[in-house]
């Protein structure tokens, strides 16, 4: 279910991307407005998400990937899905504080 939801929230960031960049037909003023409006610090963490989305549907994709191709894969999925958190946690956490260390310093 994580994996559908983080492909359906990553599907519609891609589309609102595609739109705020058709803007520059619109003319510079328009474009640079909504690029103004992302730079707001309250959008930082919708940034994070979109981060960890595409983080965990990724690695989650892998994981897929290795049970429907693996014999033994849907033995070890359980396992294989507590091998993707021990991955996504410490790899998110590092890059979220990354993303989010300007806003304390």
Known sequence: MLH?????GILLFLCLHILDTALI??????YNHIIQ????????PLE?????AVLFHALNGIRVIIVDWWSQGSRYQRVLFYVVLLIFWPTFLYGAYLMLRSLWQ
């Open 25 to 30: 037909l619109w003319g510079p003023a328009a």
């Open 48 to 52: 994070v998400a979109l981060y960890a």
């Open 37 to 44: 409006l992302y730079r707001h610090p309250l959008f930082r």
């Open 4 to 8: 559908r939801l983080t492909g359906v």
